[in-house]
């Protein structure tokens, strides 16, 4: 008998992740890391858009807005909380190329 597989704490939606990030980004500018708060089986919900000031804890807040700055327009920063610790997780932006001069 097989034992029942546990869903990873720390997984999270690529496409809510870039959707949220896309969104927050248009309406609270640029700077900012997508949080994914704890979930529980069956919650698909809770992923926003915060800048690092927000977070409580100074350490943190220092450590990730350092992270955030070396990341640049590069890449992405992923907060996942398990509810006990922050994981930080660098995805890559999504860019489109220009759009072609009219001819």
């Known amino acids: 008998m097989l034992a ?3 869903a990873n704490p720390c997984s999270f939606d690529a496409k809510e992740v870039y959707a949220t990030y896309m969104a927050g980004e248009m309406e609270r500018g640029d ?3 997508v949080f994914v708060p704890p979930r529980e089986e069956g919650d698909g919900g809770g992923t926003t858009y915060v800048f690092p000031r927000e977070f409580s804890n100074a ?3 220092e450590s990730i807005q350092d992270t955030v700055d070396e990341a640049g327009r ?3 920063c992923v907060v996942v909380s398990d509810g006990k610790a922050y994981h930080v997780i660098q995805i890559p932006r999504i860019s489109f190329p220009p ?3 009219p001819s």
Do not use: A, N
């Open 4 to 6: 029942k597989r546990e």
């Open 74 to 76: 590069e890449k992405i």
């Open 31 to 33: 700077g900012g890391v």
């Open 99 to 101: 759009p072609l001069p």
């Open 59 to 61: 350490t943190f807040r």
